[in-house]
């Protein structure tokens, strides 16, 4: 059976996958979601034999049924290729009790090079598919991942311009100089004096715009996005978690139907979204723990079943997770209220209005296979150096909040099921806070020395992982290429 998207705030709004990568935005704000999830069609032994790339297919197949298998082979080959520094796609480092899937093996060293490297094949294959005669206009907020990625994979694109707009106070300088030195002709880059919550409500409302939508159409364009709200964004992120338990079984590090659980440093809820869409496929996934920095909306929200977006906007060492509005939450509202578009629309609105909105206990009831906490600033540092201090092994703040809030679930449950830690960025991306954190005495030097003491410090599993024959030479050199 083909599986159609409905929109979360009104149930006659359908699109097959293709419509809803081009539209990215359903009408009246909502988000499009799948009709149903559905079940992997291969065991859990098969999918261990497999390649990223093999799992992929097997995983978006079932969510994109409109894609002829040609189409989605080429989609998925052509992103998934040597543009990433290892051949494996995503690697999964065990460091003392947890396994870190390292999904920063793309260009940007961040995870969404992931999703984004294969939204364009996504977005210019939907457009041949639906007859588009626009131009594609991308429009994408960013708190300071999404951005570079998207213009990475968009630069030069036929058929598509880009623009991103990001908090021009609220991302790291490296992050800033990955945008605004994004070569192509069609890529176009804006800073905004506000937060990212301020970025991503006026996307949002250019995308609800009928008047602007009709003006664009007859200059020859139309809007689509790039963020987490497009399905083209989230449907690859479950494949991450899909990947992740079938290298674990393919290692012997766990027996075939045994449970794991999973831990996403969260801001705006796609990444754990997409790894409770993994567990309703058919991986036995036990806990969703879901890692927050100071801005801890969701942490308040798991805790009380209230969500409110009315507190002080806090600016972390973790900046792609300074969110105070979480879009991708929508798609879990809408699920526990019985995917009752009409009940979420009054949610979304008292969030719009008011800035909160408490669901019911039956719904909170039917979220109890997710955890949240939080780590403060001080904690992410604390926690960068002890893995340092034990290991050798060096991550970046945002994965440093998810192995905090992992200690923190291990302490208060005592629950010892296998983990698999979300490490969402490179420390290469975040190396003053990094390595401040390891020794407070590097932050005499500049941000290109800072990137040496990292390269000596680090242990080196990185390169070793990698045949000479694929991708560059070293992987702390490309990283280091990343800033020039």
Known sequence: ????????????????????????????????????????????????????????????????????EEELKHCINSAYDKKFDTESIAELVKKEDAYYLELFHGATIAFKDMALSILPYLMTTSAKKNHVKNEIVILTAT????????????????????IVFYPKHGVSPIQEKQMVTQRGDNTYVIGIEGNFDDAQTGVKKMFSDAALAQEMNEAGYQFSSANSINIGRLVPQVVYYVYSYAALLARGEISEGEQINVVVPTGNFGNILAASYAKEMGIPIAKLICASNENKVLFDFFTTGCYDRNRDFILTSSPSMDILISSNLERL????????????????????????YTITEEMKEQMKDFYGNYATEEETAQTIKEVYDKTGYIIDTHTAVAAAVYKKYEKETDDKTKTVIASTASPYKFTRSVMNAIDPSYDSKTDFELIDELEKRKTGTWEKRVPSSYGQNSIAQSHKMQYL
């Open 1 to 68: 059976m083909d599986l159609i998207y409905k929109s979360t705030r009104n149930n006659q709004e359908t699109a097959t996958a293709s419509e809803a990568i081009l539209k990215g935005l359903a009408g009246e704000g909502g988000l499009f979601v799948p009709s149903y999830i559905p079940k992997l069609d291969k065991s859990l032994k098969e999918l261990s034999a497999m390649s990223y790339q093999e799992v992929a297919y097997e995983v978006m197949k079932l969510f994109m049924t409109d894609f002829t």
């Open 143 to 162: 708190s300071g991942d999404t951005g570079k990625a998207a213009l990475a994979g968009f630069a030069d694109v036929p058929g598509t311009k880009i």
């Open 333 to 356: 509202i809408y699920q526990t209220a019985g995917r009752d578009a009409e009940k979420n629309r009054e949610f979304m609105k008292e969030l719009n209005t008011d800035g909160v």
